[in-house]
């Protein structure tokens, strides 16, 4: 069903829109402010992912918490589930964003993702037994999942092509930041011992700890996501959705505020049209395939969306890259981040458990409990977040792959150190304090270089390659990917570390240097391509047939696309001064169109 208008449109198009197009980098988000707040805004559905997940990892080793849930907290693989049974959520949660995205819009599917969210937040800050936590982390787990789908597809399909990456990558900033924050919350009110009214000790790791301590910071999270909820309907909708639903109006005016330029401008006209010339070419590939389905019945659109599905399986264009944007989230976990830092609040409390190695070295150098977790977690934590900064400012100019191999490259680095000096003083960690800091160096230089890399470029990637029409579908297809492989690492990874020690790092360290290889040879460059240009990049010519060519010039003849590719120079270079401070207003030819 979906396939490539995009790839068939007049190369001297795609030439013109770049010509057209502005800066990118720390200059690009500068020049488009109006988008930039708005990605910004939608990126609080990260922040409610990293805090949720930094969040429930401290409130595990709290006294008054473990003191109620003692039959879930002291047992391991009961305490591993309630943990982790979030990704299964976030994974059902990703694949059903499909269809919320695509019947009920964008911003739809992020209001139905946050009621979801608020629904197991209160669950679990009200729980009174396990169940209501089971319940709880499992139904936020669903809003979770879709929000991380949703929110980078909206900033993507928002997103002028010359900045995408930055906007798109403001999601892992805030996920860091949401973890950030979680963390120093947690330990707050784990140790402070301020009085509180009524309360006896909200915090404090006594036996006099009050509920409070673990309650307020799992209920926080409620006011960013109302915030979210509330405010997300004074964004604008994505363009390309409201083409996809036949609202071409509202989309020119979308694209025409979003980037601060009149409905007239040359470079909004294209934008839209280039949209629309494809939105027109899968509709009428799908009237031709299934002209049974047109009648906009349940059953009709329940068997499209089937067949949408199916054609990931059917069309190799589509499933090579649908099976590469899978791969480029399994990479992003099995690099190893749940390496350094599984859970390590845990660890803290269940010392004879050591089976994280940033937690033994620390342990091993004789710190406190809390030393060991400040260094542990709340270091690794101010750390990562700032180094996904570079890549918000830069990784429109400096391109996806560049940064996807240093990154891989210095992962795998930091892996071999780790499985040498382990392999070497694991043992004898007290006796050479010296190598173990050098471990904690090395743990801290992943954590940069996963930062800036994997960790945002990842979701960049999965969100921009795919054509219109199967977008949303496929999207949530490789982002189930993450979910899963979170899951199964989250699950695996400490049982690893204890039994197979040092050649846990072999092993993510080989991975990583696999994951560099793919990158190189296999996904192509996006940076500063359109979305509708997709299919050149990839090279799909699975439209090449004479009556999808036919079809493909009518449609760009009849919608006035065509017209584009031969505008002279002078009046491109009209247009480039306007972007400049100067106006620049369409030939009546090109307005009627």
């Known amino acids: 069903m979906a396939g490539g208008a995009s790839g068939a449109v007049n190369s001297a198009v795609a030439e013109k829109r770049a010509r057209l197009a502005g800066p990118s980098g720390f200059k690009g988000v500068i020049h488009n402010p109006r988008v930039f707040f708005i990605a910004l805004f939608n990126a609080l559905g990260g922040l409610l992912y990293g805090y949720n997940q930094g969040v429930f990892s401290g409130v595990l080793v709290m006294t008054n918490f473990d003191r109620k849930f003692a039959s879930t907290v002291n047992n391991t693989g009961l305490k591993g589930m309630v943990t ?12 059903v964003n499909s269809y919320t995205s695509e ?6 599917a992020i209001f139905i993702a946050c009621v979801f969210f608020i629904f197991g937040v ?20 669903l809003g979770v999942g879709s929000l991380s789908v949703c929110v980078p597809l909206l900033n993507a399909e928002l997103a002028p092509a010359e ?20 963390f120093w919350i947690d330990y707050g009110t784990n140790v402070s011992s301020r009085k509180y009214s009524t309360l006896k000790d909200i915090g404090g790791s006594g036996a006099t700890q009050h509920a409070a301590a673990w309650r307020l910071p799992l209920a926080l999270q409620l006011v960013p996501c109302l915030i979210l909820m509330i405010g997300i309907f004074k964004m604008p909708e994505s363009p390309r959705w409201l083409i996809n639903r036949g609202r ?22 294209l934008e839209h049209l280039e949209v629309r010339a494809q939105k027109l070419f899968e509709q009428e590939t799908s009237i031709e395939k299934f002209p049974n389905y047109q009648d906009g019945s349940f059953k009709s659109r329940f068997l499209l969306d089937f067949y949408g599905y199916l054609s990931i399986l059917r069309d190799y264009q589509i ?8 791969l480029v989230m399994f990479f992003q976990q099995w690099n190893g981040i749940k390496c350094p830092d599984v859970r390590p609040k845990t660890f803290v409390k269940e010392k004879k458990a050591k089976s994280d190695l940033s937690i033994s070295i620390f342990g091993d150098l004789s710190l406190s409990g809390n030393t060991t977790s400040l260094l542990a977690t709340g270091v690794v934590g101010i750390v990562m977040f700032f180094a996904s900064f570079p890549t918000v400012m830069y990784l429109d100019r400096m391109g996806r792959k ?31 304090k010296v190598a173990g800091w050098w471990a904690v160096v090395f743990v801290w230089l992943y954590a940069i270089f996963f930062g800036f890399s994997w960790g945002p470029v990842a979701w960049v990637y999965i969100s921009e390659i795919f054509p219109l029409g199967i977008r949303a579908k496929a999207i949530s297809v490789a982002a189930s990917s993450n979910w899963m492989n979170n899951f199964i690492i989250g699950e695996i990874t400490p049982t690893m570390l204890k039994h197979m020690r040092f050649g846990t790092y072999i092993l993510f360290g080989g991975l990583t240097y696999i994951s560099a290889a793919f990158v190189y040879l296999y996904l192509p460059e996006t940076k500063n391509v359109s979305l509708e240009e997709m299919d050149i990049v990839w090279g799909d010519d699975s439209r090449t047939s004479a009556a999808d060519l036919a079809r493909l010039e009518r449609i760009n003849d009849s919608i006035g696309l065509t017209k584009f590719g031969h505008v002279d120079e002078e009046k491109s270079s009209d ?9 620049d207003v369409l030939t009546h030819n090109e307005k009627t169109a």
């Open 84 to 95: 982790s049974i979030l990704e299964l959520g976030a994974w059902v949660g990703s694949l």
């Open 103 to 108: 019947r009920f819009g964008r911003r739809g």
């Open 122 to 141: 209160c669950l679990q800050t009200g729980a009174r037994n396990a169940g209501f936590l089971y319940g709880g982390r499992f139904i936020t787990g």
């Open 163 to 182: 900045v995408r990456g930055a906007l798109v990558t403001l999601q892992q900033l805030s996920i860091e930041f949401g973890i950030l924050v979680a």
């Open 248 to 269: 071409d109006d509202e989309a020119l005016e979308t694209l025409a505020k979003v980037r601060g330029l009149s409905t007239t401008d040359t470079l909004v006209q």
């Open 319 to 326: 499933f090579r890259r649908v099976f590469a944007g899978a």
């Open 402 to 432: 560049p940064v996807l191999i240093i990154g891989a490259i210095g992962m795998a680095v930091c892996h071999t150190m780790l499985a040498i000096l382990s392999g070497v003083y694991e043992n004898s960690w007290p006796e050479h």
């Open 575 to 583: 247009h480039e001064d306007h972007h400049h401070g100067t106006h």
